[in-house]
């Protein structure tokens, strides 16, 4: 286990030994300092995890499933079949203990997992986070409750609009006027008065990213999509839906749509058909 800054200025890297490639582990100490890195910067890049052959066989599988289009899809979620449940994606080896690292034991997500896609010709996106603070009221930021893992399916370059990743945007505290803007949208002012840099790295890397981090899409150049499958994990906070009885019992769709709207943002995650 190394940690440096990467051949990219400031990108937080940890590099894994052979051994920990050859049996497809992290070590304790790397997983430490995974964990550091995500705690200090707000995420943690680990380049080459997959082999580029199969990574290339999942891009073009997402390749396939974007050219079908939301109407031609029947039945099951393509998303929910091979290969895009491999193990290797929802259950890396490398990400998982990081995550239960850094958020406990008992995370959970829910499926399908998505895809950020930029196509050629597309605009700089706003800068933004995917979440927000867990008490924006408070004057301190407080430990990770939400994770993305992205896998980028090609390579990721300055020309195909490599994310770009303000590191230590996690712990900013935003004031009231940011705050209350839809999506998390952040201050640009300021960000320009902060480090960023643009995530360029091998297909196939696994990045393990606070959500609260500052970041934005960036113009692809290329006459390629590109593609980053997006895995989201979330803390365990009171009677999640892992614990036991919660959620599972179905109410009728005849008791659901006599629901008031307030009542149903309440029982959102309640089950009904």
């Not at 927000?132 to 930021?141: I, M, R, S, T, W």
């Not at 196939?204 to 692809?220: E, I, L, T, Y």
């Not at 499958?229 to 749509?257: C, G, K, Q, T």
């Amino acid at each position: 286990m190394h940690v440096n800054s990467g051949t990219t200025i400031n990108i937080p890297k940890l590099e894994i030994s052979p051994q920990e490639r050859a049996e497809n582990k992290p070590t304790q100490e790397s997983v430490v300092a995974a964990t550091r890195l995500l705690r200090e910067t707000g995420l943690v890049v680990i380049e080459s995890v997959f082999p580029r052959d199969w990574i290339a066989e999942i891009n073009s599988a997402m390749q396939a499933v974007l050219d079908m289009g939301e109407d031609a899809h029947h039945g099951t979620h393509p998303m929910l079949e091979m290969p895009f449940m491999d193990a290797r994606i929802i259950d890396n080896p490398f990400a998982m203990p990081i995550m239960k690292a850094a958020m406990g034991e008992k995370i959970f997500a829910y499926l399908p997992y998505g895809c950020n896609s930029t196509s050629p010709g597309s605009d700089i996106q706003w800068i933004h986070r995917d979440s927000g603070q867990l008490f924006p009221e408070l004057p301190f930021a407080l430990p990770v409750s939400t994770i993305v893992v992205n896998i980028p399916l090609v390579d990721f370059t300055v020309e195909n609009g490599a994310t770009e990743v303000w590191p230590g945007s996690h712990l900013i505290v935003d004031d009231d006027a940011v705050r209350n803007t839809p999506y998390n949208v952040c201050d640009e002012k300021r960000a320009a008065q902060l480090p960023s840099f643009q995530l360029v790295m091998p297909a196939g890397s696994v990045v393990v990213r606070d959500m609260r981090c500052w970041h934005r899409a960036m113009p692809n150049s290329t006459q390629t999509r590109r593609h980053m499958l997006a895995l989201v994990y979330f803390r365990r906070f009171h009677h999640s839906p892992d614990a036991p009885s919660i959620f599972n019992a179905r109410i009728s769709e005849d008791i659901w749509s006599n629901m008031s709207e307030a009542a149903q943002e309440v029982y959102r995650f309640q089950a009904h058909d």
